[in-house]
């Protein structure tokens, strides 16, 4: 497993990067919506990547946060979804709205990728709403979808604190319930306060 990959950015493209590290040359595809954020070639880049490896390839997929690639690997768990098509989802939408069409039953938005039928899009609902609801626990905003990718993180960060996950569990989900903070950054801040008492 290739976790990611560190080196000097040799080329970029719209659908793929080649990053130089350890004199190899490692070809990565990347979502469009990723390319834009890329350094200047020439520059060190670190990806986070996913390796697929079939009979007749060895391809390697870059992102540019380790929760972009848990979304990709959950939506290649569908069937019916491959690597183009995943990626391809992952250009048109940002992952944590791809979540949130998810966690809310949107069809008609993951739909709107060019590509992905209402069918697939149903499937995709079906089979990672449940898988979905357990790593992002909290209620979620039917319109707004509100909470889910912020908490989450937060919680996280609260963990590589030293803080146990049932306090970051309960000191985010009361910042939330009390609506004293929308962004990542003032939830831990406010957890933080909570976890002061």
């Known amino acids: 497993m290739i976790d990611f990959v560190y080196g000097r950015l040799h080329e970029k493209n719209m659908d793929s990067i080649t990053i130089e590290s350890g004199g190899l040359g490692y070809k990565i595809f ?57 990626m391809k989802i992952l250009s048109d939408l940002q992952y944590n709205d791809v979540i949130r069409a998810v966690l809310n039953k949107d069809s008609v938005y993951l739909s709107k990728v060019n590509g992905l039928g209402k069918k697939t899009s149903e499937k995709i609902i079906l089979e990672l709403k449940s898988k979905f609801q357990k790593l992002y626990p909290y209620p979620v905003d039917a319109e707004k979808g509100e909470g889910n990718i912020e908490n989450r993180t937060a919680i996280e960060a609260l963990l590589a604190l030293g803080y146990r996950e049932k306090e970051a569990l309960e000191a985010t989900h009361a910042v939330i319930r009390g609506k004293k903070a929308t962004s990542t950054e003032d939830i831990i801040k406010e957890s933080l306060k909570i976890l002061a008492l």
């Open 30 to 86: 990347v979502t469009s919506s990723l390319y834009p954020k890329l350094a200047d070639v020439g520059e060190t880049i670190r990806v986070h990547t996913h390796f697929i490896h079939k009979e007749d390839s060895m391809d390697l997929y870059g992102f540019e946060s380790t929760y972009e690639r848990e979304v990709f690997r959950h939506l290649l768990s569908v069937s019916g979804v491959g690597p183009k098509l995943g």
